[in-house]
C-alpha cells in the first residue's frame, strides 16, 4: 500500500477538496481487496445493512452494500488499516479518525449516473473535515461511471440534493456552483481518491456491459457529535443519543488512527 503522501498531494487535496493516489495498492494487495469485497458482498445477500437494520430500496445507480466491516472479519481488518487512517488525518488536519461507513458501489452494466452532491450534509454529524476513500477495484473509465468533482467546492455547504435527482439540480438550486469547471478522475483499478466531505462530486452512467467495483469508506474526526440525522445509525443506537453527543461507541465508530 502506497500510503505516503507527498507535499503536493496534501496541498492539492487542501485547495480542489480532492486528491486522486495513483498505486495505492499493488497488484497482490488489489486482489486481496477484490476478492474480500466480493467475498463481503455475497454473503450479505440482498441486506443494504447490517442485520438488514433500516435497509433502502435499491437503487438504479449501483448496487450498495454498507459496513461490510460489521460481518466481515477480513473486509474489517482491511478497511481499519491504521495507515489509510493516518492518511485521512493528515490531509485533514485532525489527530484521530473514525470510521463513518464504509460502502461497496457497484455500478451495474447499463446503471445510471450518480447525480452531484455533497456527502457530510447527509451524516449524522457536521464536521467541515470529514473525509473520504475511494477505492478503485476495476479500471473506472469515462464509459462505465468515472467520478467527476467541483474543485473548491468544499469551501462552502450548499443546499442538497439526492444521489438519484436529475444532474443539473444541484446547479439550479445553488447557481454559483456552475461557473466551476468538472474535472473528472479516471483511474486504473488498485488507484484511490481522498475528498473532503463537502467537495461536490458525482459520477457517470455506466455504459458498458461490464460491472464497475469501487469501495469507499466515510471517515469523521474524533470527538464528532450527534446532529440528530439518523443516517446509518442503527434505531437502537439513535434512541440513546441525543444532539451533542460524543460519536465514541468502538462498536459503531471505531478509532482507526490517533496521534
Known amino acids: 500500500m502506497r500510503s505516503d503522501l507527498t507535499y503536493e498531494e496534501i496541498a492539492n487535496y487542501r485547495e480542489n477538496g480532492f486528491v486522486v493516489i495513483e498505486d495505492f495498492l499493488n497488484p497482490g494487495e488489489l486482489d486481496e481487496w477484490r476478492c474480500t469485497v466480493d467475498e463481503a458482498v455475497l454473503s450479505r445477500g440482498e ?16 448496487k450498495q452494500r454498507m459496513q461490510l466491516w460489521m460481518d466481515n472479519d477480513h473486509f474489517k481488518v482491511l478497511m481499519h488499516d491504521e495507515r489509510i487512517g493516518k492518511m485521512a488525518a493528515d490531509l ?46 476495476d479500471d473506472v473509465t469515462p464509459h462505465n461511471g468515472v467520478l467527476y468533482f467541483l474543485p473548491g467546492s ?3 455547504r450548499y443546499k442538497e440534493v ?5 444532474l443539473s439540480e444541484i446547479f439550479d438550486i ?3 456552483l456552475g461557473v466551476i469547471n468538472p474535472v473528472s478522475a479516471p483511474m486504473r483499478a488498485g488507484t484511490c481518491s481522498f475528498h473532503n466531505g463537502l467537495t461536490v ?13 469501487a469501495i469507499t469508506c466515510g471517515f469523521m474526526p474524533d470527538g464528532s457529535t450527534f446532529n ?12 440513546t443519543l441525543k444532539i451533542g453527543d460524543t460519536l465514541d461507541n468502538e462498536d459503531q465508530n471505531p478509532l482507526i488512527f490517533s496521534k
Request: charged content about 20%.
Open 201 to 213: 462530486h458525482g459520477a457517470g452512467a455506466n455504459m458498458t456491459q461490464s460491472f464497475r467495483r
Open 47 to 62: 441486506n443494504m445493512l447490517p442485520r438488514g437494520e433500516g435497509n433502502w430500496p435499491e437503487s438504479p445507480i449501483f
Open 162 to 166: 439526492a444521489v438519484n435527482r436529475p
Open 228 to 239: 440528530g440525522i439518523e443516517n446509518v445509525l442503527p434505531e437502537s443506537y439513535v434512541n
Open 92 to 137: 485533514e488536519r485532525v489527530d484521530g479518525i473514525r470510521i463513518w461507513h464504509d460502502q461497496a458501489l457497484i455500478k451495474m452494466p447499463w446503471a445510471n449516473p450518480t447525480s452531484w452532491h455533497q456527502d457530510n450534509p447527509k451524516w449524522s454529524f457536521t464536521s467541515d473535515s470529514a473525509i473520504s476513500i475511494w477505492i478503485a477495484l
Open 174 to 176: 445553488n447557481p454559483e
Open 154 to 156: 468544499h469551501k462552502k
